[in-house]
């Protein structure tokens, strides 16, 4: 799969395709029909297939710190949609001066002169442009005008609810694991890269593997349950803590990860962690020796999880 970033690095040959456009934030359930949809039109009509997407997407931009917690970052979602056969990610830096087109430069631009695109997939109610004045109307109109095509998304339902991202969140939030598992498609995962730490769970004779969460929250906090893959796909069982470590004055978000019966270096290697059960919420200590004791308090609750749910799973 190709990724082109910015209109400047379009050539004569990314001219002519089926897209689609949106955050795909978790390309889950929904994401999967749109996806598919794209993919079939592109193939009966010999075209490259096209994802249109944003960095950062637009609500953190207007946002900051407000924006929802992302479900996935922009590699992991560049790696499901390449799972999809998806031909092209176009990605488009998400700053003022795109802020500022209007919604028919935004056409003119990035659909007719950019991609050339000849069936475009999107939500009615999709809005874009300078103050969102562009919509599914004034996409048809310029589509029967300037002979492409322009169709709504199929929308996808779990338990009579439509599938989207802030369902999913919502779900994590309320640590409802299993039906995360439903709208996504997948078990939640989050993965990257392990760095050095202070070296205090070593301390503590509990060493962790930490993954910098590059100042990106997740949907969640505290210590839970999880099971953790490397590189060379060994999987592992453990408990990890998602949060800021307040007991030591800990400041950006960060993902710790106590692996059992695992006593290799993962320094530089890509980590991806699944997340099974909550434990407990994250909270300040007021000495290393109570959070050592209950670190250990955490670590035979997980072993116990896990052990119930295999053995449950066995029967």
């Known amino acids: 799969m190709e990724l082109i970033r910015g209109l400047h690095n379009l050539r004569d040959q990314h001219r002519g395709c089926v897209a689609t456009i949106g955050n795909f934030d978790g390309v889950h359930q929904g994401h999967h029909r749109v996806l598919e949809q794209v993919r079939e039109k592109a193939q009966a009509l010999g075209l490259p297939s096209v994802v249109i997407m944003f960095e950062p997407q637009p609500r953190e931009f207007f946002e900051g710190e407000g924006a929802p917690p992302r479900l996935t970052r922009f590699r992991q979602k560049f790696e499901l949609l390449r799972d ?6 176009f990605c488009l830096h998400f700053n003022a001066r795109l802020r500022a087109l209007t919604a028919e430069a935004f056409i003119d631009q990035l659909l007719l002169n950019g991609l050339e695109v000849k069936y475009f997939v999107v939500g009615d109610d999709f809005r874009f442009g300078c103050d969102r004045r562009g919509d599914f109307a004034l996409l048809k109109h310029y589509g029967e005008s300037h002979g492409f095509t322009v169709v709504n998304t199929c929308t996808h339902r779990i338990d009579g609810e439509r599938v989207s991202s802030t369902r999913i969140r919502g779900a994590l939030a309320e640590h409802e694991f299993l039906l995360a598992e439903r709208l996504l498609g997948r078990p939640y995962r989050v993965e990257g890269k392990v760095i050095h730490g202070r070296k205090l769970g070593r301390q503590l004779g509990v060493p962790t593997a930490n993954i910098s969460l590059q100042r990106k929250r997740l949907p969640f906090s505290g210590v839970f349950v999880v099971e953790a893959t490397t590189e060379e796909g060994r999987r592992r069982a453990g408990v990890a803590n998602v949060g800021v470590r307040p007991t030591v004055n800990g400041e950006s978000p ?19 962690v699944e997340f ?11 000495s290393i020796e109570a959070l050592r004791n209950q670190i250990q308090d955490d670590i035979a609750f997980a072993r116990s999880w896990e052990y119930r749910t295999h053995s449950a799973t066995s029967e």
């Open 84 to 89: 999809h056969q998806i031909d092209r990610v």
């Open 254 to 272: 960060m993902l710790e990860v106590h692996l059992f019966d695992f006593d290799q270096e993962l320094y530089g290697e890509r980590l991806e």
């Open 276 to 286: 099974k059960a909550f434990v407990r919420p994250e909270q300040r200590f007021d």
